[in-house]
């Protein structure tokens, strides 16, 4: 599949190159994505003019609203660096190591990325109800979202200059310190994604009992049907949500992570000394993430009588809707976070920055804000598409689309200038260079960023409910009904089966490095 | 590289989806109203948004269609994210019928105007309690609220939901301060025993350590485990329950409030047709049927809720509704819901 595999380069530790101006074959495309990104905020832009200035200064002011920003805030940071310790571990044991079964843990490792989080809370307070509160949410929201962290640096650690090491040891610096150094675009980027999923997160943490900022939009809707503190809310999430991303953005730096572009030999298989050890950090975290979930759902069915319900037509149904648009889904997010990957890999400037940004601006708004708005939009500009399949799939595009870039970014990073030089020197205009040498190379990368999307558009909820086609169920839709009317049994199929599913990306993603390093 | 063509031709969906959703935009009125639109009135089409879980109410669309002989399309959501869904859809609103989940929701379309007025035969059908001042919506079926125990832990519950603040019950008790029908409760207690009051008992039990729930299902669960002892919820979620897993399953029991108690009011899921509608005739032949001796019966049997139509008898083992000691209020004060908000902010519990 990577035909540059035989052709290596040393690459130069040159800056990633602080090209000029961007191309419009890149500019144009990427400009749609963002704007499709943005229009979300437009929207709450509209929704929080309409109470006026006074409206929003009260909302702002509230004692509640900044103690629910502290505590968001907070929960965000803590399951962060939780994410990225369990994240990186576990990529550096399923891909670089002689970690026994590491094949299975690789694909375990993704499966958690398809456990609805609120299901997953649920199944924890059902278990263990003293769970509740700061540890349970951390808990949670840990065990749901470490694949973020997980995928981007298992995909960057397998394509990783074994070169770099050697000679890292032998001048007598670390092999953690090397090797964290180039994964830190990877694990930003999955980390950053971790960070806004967390402030944007209501389900899980509400059935926690423990209150954040979402809380106060859910409230807005679901008590008073005032959408106008929602909108002025969203708006404060969007503020804190690019200074999050600028943070990450400044620790992210301007060093060189390029690696070698064709990796001539595999890297090496690192020995473990602790083995049993590793073994049990895996093993454990398999188990509270994968393990403790399944065994819920065996109990839901056992112990429930709405199992009788269950007809397998309308399984075999909601499973191929949610195979449909959530791969459709992946297709068209990873293909408008491309051109914006790349221009945030290559380029500095405004434009640069501006277009990244505003990819993400609207990551950390609840599913309920986005869906609406695309409910507003699409009424009033899209009557065609309204309550049809592609709206939402567009839905998707514009919820996930900032995973795709991160990981497009992330790979392209890791991919050396140098090269896409020398391609220009052989007559290859700059477009021509990243099309016929970065993009191969970041392929893995890029298709990581796909299956990523894919595991989160799969139990999608808010904007499916209120987008889809009359009639129209996936797997999501069918859980929250049958959990809604505490008919567990019933839901237990749907809950089982989305993990399943999962299996199928996760297999792919985990199994490809582990067996490079075998062959 | 192959590679890269292959995902310049993906490229190419979501440009052609832009193009298709900016045409769409442009064309407006004249575009052709999809297969769900409701604009084409071709005789005996109707287009429901249900806040109702569809486990519940499916089996009775099912016998809507059959004795209406209407194309009933349901599109089943949260009842408040429904309602902000049709103030998003404005004029150009899909739905014909919104069924709700509780008052407050039809209440908030009311107050947009989104709502036509429904016939006064209909509504009479009704105790003016439970419908809309103004005929804009009609209530359904009833829930009562109640107090689930523990009776492994409280031999005798409270009679009143005063009691709760008793130092006895301290971090014992659990209530879902977001949820519309404790609100709705809320307002009871701010209608019945007066703003100070209300307050009072509102901080007297956050000072209790009183647990927050995000619903009614949570605070059941947490009674049933031995979290805690008490909680305040509507009936039905019990009843549900020991469907789901057997009566040796839920230890817990309810206890309904006598005298009129503001813990004993009685909340209504119900119906308003929309303004907009091109199918208000057929929109209405539902409500009717709504009301109906059938569906009231439905109600009664399946959901173990109270009909509100005369003449229908509650499920064995609930009391009866004009036994419940409700508290005489009417739930169509809807304005005061946004000072119940006002106040459980105060308070910090929202």
């Known amino acids: ?519 | 590289m192959s590679v890269f063509r292959r995902i310049a031709a993906v490229a190419v969906v979501p440009v052609l989806m832009i193009m298709l959703a900016a045409c769409g935009g442009g064309s407006g009125e004249s575009a052709a109203p999809g297969p769900t639109g409701s604009a084409d009135a071709s005789g005996g089409t109707l287009t429901v948004y249900s806040g109702r879980n569809e486990n519940l109410i499916a089996p009775l669309i099912d016998r809507l269609k059959a004795a209406t002989g209407l194309d009933v399309q349901v599109r089943y959501g949260d009842s408040a994210e429904l309602a902000a869904q049709i103030l998003e859809e404005g004029d150009n609103t899909r739905a014909d019928l919104f069924f709700s989940q509780d008052a407050g929701a039809l209440g908030a379309l009311t107050k947009a105007g989104m709502l036509a007025a429904l016939p006064q035969p209909i509504l009479d059908k009704v105790p003016a309690a439970y419908r809309a001042a103004d005929g804009t919506w009609v209530g359904v079926s009833g829930r009562s609220r109640v107090i689930v125990y523990d009776p492994r832990e409280v031999e005798n519950p409270p009679r009143s939901v005063f009691e709760l603040t008793d130092a006895k019950y301290r971090g014992q008790v659990g209530w879902a301060p977001t949820n519309a029908s404790f609100q709705s409760f809320v307002t009871a207690l701010r209608v019945l025993s007066g703003e100070d009051r209300a307050r009072k008992w509102l901080e007297d039990m956050k000072a209790n350590d009183t647990k927050t729930f995000p619903n009614n299902n949570a605070i059941l669960d947490a009674v049933d485990n031995g979290e805690i002892r008490l909680g305040l919820i509507n009936h039905y979620y019990w009843y549900e329950k020991v469907a789901e897993k057997g009566e040796s399953a839920v230890p817990s029991k309810l206890a309904f409030l006598p005298g009129g108690d503001p813990g004993a009011l009685v909340n209504v899921a119900g119906v308003g047709v929309l303004k907009n509608s091109a199918n208000a005739a057929a929109a209405q032949r539902a409500v009717e049927f709504l009301l109906g001796a059938e569906a009231q019966k439905y109600f009664a049997d399946e959901t173990k809720e109270y009909p509100l139509v005369a003449g229908v008898a509650t499920a064995p083992g609930l009391p009866p509704l004009d036994s419940l000691n409700a508290p005489d209020l009417d739930l169509s004060r809807l304005e005061s819901l946004e000072q119940t908000l006002t106040l459980l902010q105060d308070v910090g519990l929202v």
């Open chain 1, 1 to 519: 599949m990577i035909a540059t595999r035989s052709q290596g380069r040393p690459a130069r530790g040159t800056a990633p190159g602080t090209l000029r101006r961007v191309p419009p074959a890149l500019l144009v495309p990427a400009a749609v994505a963002a704007l499709l990104a943005l229009a979300p905020i437009g929207y709450l832009v509209v929704r929080a003019g309409e109470g006026g200035l006074e409206t929003v200064l009260r909302v702002l002011s509230r004692p509640r609203t900044l103690e629910l920003t502290v505590r968001s805030l907070g929960l965000a940071a803590v399951v962060t660096a939780l994410c990225t310790v369990v994240g990186v571990s576990l990529a550096w044991l399923v891909v670089r190591t002689d970690l026994p079964g590491r094949r299975l843990f690789g694909v375990l490792a993704a499966l958690p990325l398809a456990v609805p989080s609120y299901v997953a809370a649920y199944t924890w307070v059902a278990a263990l109800p003293r769970v509740a509160g700061f540890g349970g949410a951390v808990l949670v929201l840990t065990l749901c979202c470490y694949p973020y962290v997980y995928l981007p640096v298992a995909a960057a650690l397998g394509r990783m200059d074994p070169a770099m090491e050697e000679v890292a040891l032998s001048l007598g610096r670390s092999r953690f310190s090397v090797v964290w150094r180039r994964l830190r675009p990877a694990a930003a980027a999955g980390g950053l994604l971790v960070a806004l999923y967390v402030l944007g997160e209501f389900g899980a943490v509400s059935i926690m009992r423990f209150d954040v900022f979402t809380t106060q939009i859910y409230t807005s809707y679901r008590a008073s049907f005032d959408r106008t503190p929602a909108a002025v809310l969203g708006l404060l999430l969007v503020l804190i949500t690019l200074v999050i991303v600028a943070a990450e953005a400044r620790t992210r730096g301007r060093a060189a992570y390029a690696f070698r572009g064709a990796v001539a030999r595999r890297p090496a298989v690192v020995r473990l000394r602790l083995k049993p050890l590793a073994l049990a950090w895996a093993g454990g975290i398999a188990a509270l993430a994968v393990g403790f979930p399944l065994v819920s759902i065996g109990y839901w069915l056992v112990a429930g009588a709405s199992a009788a319900r269950l007809r397998p037509g309308e399984l075999g149904e909601a499973v191929a809707a949610t195979l449909a648009v959530s791969a459709a889904g992946a297709v068209l997010t990873t293909a408008l976070a491309v051109p914006v990957g790349i221009i945030a890999a290559r380029y500095r400037g405004r434009t640069a920055t501006v277009l990244e940004q505003s990819a993400y601006a609207g990551h950390a708004l609840p599913g309920i804000v986005v869906a609406l708005s695309l409910v507003f939009l699409a009424v009033r500009y899209a009557a065609p598409l309204y309550q049809e399949a592609p709206l939402v799939v567009i839905a998707y595009a514009v919820l996930f689309l900032p995973a795709a870039v991160g990981a497009v970014r992330a790979a392209v990073l890791q991919s050396p200038p140098v090269l896409e030089e020398v391609a220009r020197s052989l007559g290859r205009t700059p477009l021509g260079a990243v099309r016929e040498v970065t993009l191969p190379l970041a392929f893995p990368g890029v298709l990581a960023g796909a299956a990523l999307v894919f595991l989160t558009a799969m139990k999608e909820l808010p904007a499916t409910l209120l987008l889809r086609p009359t009639g129209m169920e996936t797997l999501a839709t069918r859980l929250w009904t049958e959990t809604g009317s505490a008919s567990y049994a019933a839901a237990a199929p749907y809950a089982a089966l989305l993990m399943l599913l999962a299996a199928i990306p996760g297999f792919l993603l985990g199994h490809r490095p582990a067996t490079r390093d075998e062959a």
